[in-house]
C-alpha cells in the first residue's frame, strides 16, 4: 500500500477526536510531523511500566489495548492510543499490541512540542477539546 | 545560564547581542527570555526588527515573533514599522502584525496608526474576502469527495480568518471596543445581531469602506453580486475554480485543490497538476503523484468502456 500524503493525512486526522477543533491548515502543520508506521501482528507498539514518547492514530487494523494480560478494548481505525504520552511522561499503564497488520500515524512529543511552541492556536484547539472532555466526565 | 545571558544582554542593551537574541527567538525554551531581553533594547532596534519583518527569506516562525516584541514597545517607531508590513503575502506574518498593532493601539491610544496604510489593506483584505467567496461557491455542493469537502473547509476557514483580519484593520480605524463588538456580533450570526452589525457600520464607515465592507456581511447570493459589482469578480465552474487555487501560491490549498481534482476525475486539471510535481516541495509533489495515478486509471477506465 502507497504511503499516505499531506491531503490523506489530513483526512485521517479529521476523524481524530483530540483535533477536532483543529482548522485544515492545523492539522496540514500536525500532519506533516506525522510518520506513517506498519505493525505486523503481535509486535507490541508500547509497554506498561514503559515510557512512550509518541501518540498513534489507527489508520488501519486493530491495536489491542491490555493491562496484565487481560485485554481491555480493541482500538480500530481513526481511534488514538497513547494520546496523554504527550501531554505527561509517565510510564503507560497499559500496553498496545498489533491484533492483526496495522498502519498508524506516530506523532512524536518532541515533534509535537516544537509545532505547538510556533502555533499557540493549534494547542488553543487541543486545550478546549481536552477541557470539553473534562467538563463532559465531571459533569456526567 | 541561557537565562541570566538574556537577561544581562537586555540590560547591557549592546547590539553585538541582537544576532544571539534573535536567533533565540526561534527556540521556544528560550524565546520568552529572548522577547523580553530584546524588548528592553527598546525603540532603538525597531528598524532591525523591521528588517527581519519584511525579509520574507527569513523563516516565517521568526517572523511572526517579530510583532510580539514591537508591540511591548509603545513607540510609533513601533507603529510605523509594524504598518510597513501590513500587506505581507504571508497571512500567518499579516495576523501576526495586526494582532500586535491592535494591542498598541488598546495600550497607547495616543499613537498614529495611519490612515493611508489601513485604508488601502482593508480594501485589499474585502477583494480577497469576495475571491475565496467565489472559488468556494461552485464547490459549495459537492458532499461525495473527501478532499473536496478538505478544500471547502479550508476555503471557510480562510473565509473567517479574512473577516477577522478585516476587522482588525477597522479596529485601527474606528473605536476598538465598538468595532470588536460587531465582530463578536458577526462571528455569532444571529440575524438581530447581524443587522445591528450592518446598521452600525453604515452609520460608522467612511462611504468608500461602507461600500465594501457591509457587503461581505449580507447574504452569500448578496456577496456573488457585490464582488462582481466592485471587483469584476466572476464565479467560475468547478473545474476553473480548482485551477486557480492550483495555480495559487498557497502551498495547502494547492495540495487541497490538486487532491480534489484527482478524486473529483478532472482530468482537464492534468497539465498544472503535472507542472506542480515537477516543480513544487516533497509534500505537495506526493499529493501531485496521488492525483495524477487517480486520474490516468480513471482515464484508463472510460476508454475500457
Known amino acids: 500500500m502507497a504511503e499516505l500524503n499531506l491531503v490523506e493525512k489530513v483526512i485521517a486526522l479529521e476523524a481524530v477526536e483530540l483535533l477536532r477543533s483543529l482548522s485544515p491548515d492545523q492539522l496540514a ?10 505493525f505486523p501482528p503481535g509486535k507490541v507498539i508500547f509497554e506498561a511500566g514503559k ?20 485485554v481491555l478494548a480493541h482500538a480500530q481505525q481513526n481511534e488514538v492510543i497513547g494520546a496523554w504520552a504527550l501531554f505527561d511522561d509517565e ?6 499490541t498489533a491484533a492483526e497488520d496495522v498502519r498508524v500515524l506516530k506523532i512524536s512529543r518532541s515533534d509535537f512540542y516544537e509545532l505547538l511552541s510556533d502555533n499557540i492556536e493549534i494547542a488553543a484547539g487541543i486545550f478546549s477539546t481536552l477541557v470539553k472532555r473534562f467538563r463532559k466526565l465531571v459533569e456526567g | 545560564m541561557l537565562e541570566a545571558a538574556c537577561a544581562a544582554a537586555g540590560k547591557l542593551k549592546n547590539r553585538v547581542y541582537l544576532p544571539a537574541l534573535l536567533g533565540l527567538l526561534a527556540n521556544w525554551r528560550y ?20 528588517d527581519i519583518l519584511q525579509d520574507d527569506t527569513a523563516p516565517p516562525s521568526l517572523r511572526r515573533q517579530i510583532p510580539r516584541v514591537l508591540r511591548s514597545i509603545r513607540e510609533q517607531r513601533s507603529v510605523d514599522v509594524l504598518l510597513a508590513s501590513i500587506g ?10 495586526l494582532r500586535a498593532l491592535n494591542r498598541l493601539r488598546e495600550d497607547a491610544p495616543h499613537l498614529e496608526f495611519g490612515p493611508q496604510f489601513v485604508t488601502p489593506q482593508i480594501l485589499a483584505e474585502a477583494k480577497h474576502y469576495c475571491q475565496l467567496h467565489a472559488a468556494l461557491a461552485p464547490l459549495a455542493h459537492d458532499g461525495a469527495h473527501r478532499a473536496v469537502r478538505l478544500l471547502r473547509r479550508t476555503l471557510e476557514e480562510r473565509s473567517q480568518q479574512t473577516v477577522e483580519r478585516l476587522f482588525r484593520l477597522l ?13 463578536r456580533s458577526v462571528v455569532r450570526q444571529s440575524p438581530e445581531d447581524l443587522a445591528a452589525a450592518v446598521e452600525f457600520l453604515e452609520g460608522v464607515l467612511d462611504r468608500p469602506l461602507r461600500r465594501v465592507v457591509v457587503p461581505i456581511l449580507e447574504p452569500a447570493a448578496n456577496v456573488a453580486e457585490k464582488a462582481k459589482e466592485l471587483f469584476g469578480i466572476e464565479y467560475p465552474s468547478p473545474a476553473e475554480a480548482l485551477r486557480e487555487l492550483v495555480r495559487s501560491k498557497d502551498p495547502w490549498l494547492v495540495a487541497c485543490a490538486i487532491a480534489a481534482a484527482g478524486e473529483a476525475g478532472l482530468s482537464a486539471l492534468v497539465p498544472e497538476i503535472r507542472e506542480i510535481q515537477r516543480t513544487a516541495g516533497a509534500e505537495v509533489g506526493a499529493v501531485a503523484r496521488t492525483a495524477l495515478a487517480a486520474l490516468a486509471e480513471e482515464e484508463g477506465r472510460a476508454w475500457r468502456n
Open chain 2, 31 to 50: 524565546r520568552g527570555c529572548a522577547l523580553a531581553a530584546l524588548t528592553a533594547y527598546g525603540v532603538r532596534i525597531a528598524g532591525t526588527l523591521g
Open chain 1, 51 to 70: 515510557d512512550v514518547d509518541a501518540l498513534y492514530v489507527v489508520l488501519d487494523g486493530s491495536v489491542a489495548v491490555s493491562r496484565g494480560g487481560e
Open chain 1, 91 to 96: 510510564p503507560m499503564q497499559v500496553t498496545a
Open chain 1, 29 to 38: 502543520r500536525v500532519a506533516s510531523i506525522a510518520q506513517e508506521v506498519h
Open chain 2, 171 to 183: 479596529g485601527l480605524r474606528y473605536p476598538p471596543q465598538d468595532i470588536y463588538a460587531v465582530y
Open chain 2, 88 to 97: 505581507d503575502r504571508d497571512v500567518s506574518v499579516r495576523a501576526a502584525v
